[in-house]
């Protein structure tokens, strides 16, 4: 079976951008290359003891404001999709799917990944690390860009991004490219790309996806998937996705300046937030693995 035909199935009755506010709340979290200075220092990191209580909080907090937790919240519904596209991939019936439905349901409890992510993350604490993020994401910038996010996760916000995707689409299939308005918008689109390559708007849906949609296809029977096919439905993923993460970026950001957006994109691309921000990716990554 090939994994793209099942995967474009998934795609096409899933949209984590349009249809799940949660999940559109999770704007600026990034799947990242390593970096290697901070790498090392983590790994070389004592995980034996248990995190304090201090620890905890301190990262529970972050993981709020990074929109990881709102991210992990949506493992149920992305569980729920990537079960219903397997079985009209399979031509499952409704008592194949069921089975499988009660097996993954029983494995992906939300509060116990949410413990596990929570322990994942705390246990890589670094001091210097994690209160440089508190100090950066406390700033007025940041507080403003959060508020915004939070608007969009009202049930509202689902239908007026629907609009705004539409009437985005007729402005720029009207508009002469050689006018001044075009530009802006062009402009205006490629800040937003930027965000969406620092932040990994996209890339974070393509991740949740990807791990959830492998544990519905090995629970249907199918042998587990090597790493490098699992990167390559990943990226493909991610080029499906980019053009509703580039959307809903202009929509939240709507009444954001560009200065204001260049400047929280450098705020993301500061090396220890990047090096927290791949901690918690992997974290993610590692909680949906531990549930399968």
Wanted: proline share 4%; glycine share 4%.
């Amino acid at each position: 079976m090939n994994p793209f035909s099942r995967m474009a199935m998934t795609q096409r009755h899933s949209s984590p951008i349009v249809d799940s506010g949660a999940l559109a709340r999770a704007v600026f979290f990034r799947i990242a290359v390593l970096l290697a200075g901070f790498v090392l220092s983590c790994d070389g990191h004592a995980q034996g003891a248990a995190p304090s209580a201090q620890t905890l909080q301190e990262t529970r907090q972050l993981l709020d404001w990074l929109g990881v937790s709102a991210v992990l919240e949506q493992a149920p519904l992305a569980l729920s999709n990537s079960l219903e596209a397997e079985g009209r991939f399979r031509q499952a019936n409704a008592q194949q799917v069921a089975l499988w439905r009660r097996q993954l349901v029983a494995q992906f409890k939300l509060p116990a990944m949410q413990q596990e992510l929570l322990r994942y993350v705390a246990e890589r604490y670094q001091a210097d690390a994690f209160q440089h993020a508190t100090r950066q994401l406390q700033e007025p910038l940041a507080r403003r860009v959060r508020f915004f996010e939070l608007a969009t996760s009202q049930p509202s916000a689902v239908r007026g991004l629907r609009d705004f995707r539409e009437e985005l689409k007729k402005v720029e299939s009207d508009h002469d490219p050689a006018q001044a308005s075009t530009e802006k918008m062009s402009a205006r689109r490629n800040l937003v790309r930027a965000l969406d390559t620092a932040a990994g708007t996209s890339a974070l849906a393509a991740a949740l996806q990807t791990y959830i949609e492998e544990s519905v296809r090995r629970s249907a029977g199918a042998d587990p998937a090597d790493p490098e096919r699992l990167r390559a439905e990943m990226a493909e993923r991610q080029r499906y996705l980019a053009p509703f993460a580039e959307d809903y970026l202009l929509y939240a950001y709507r009444y954001l300046k560009d200065d204001e957006l260049a400047a929280y994109r450098e705020l993301l691309a500061d090396a220890q937030m990047q090096w927290l921000l791949n901690i918690c990716e992997q974290g993610l990554i590692a909680t949906l693995q531990n549930a399968d």
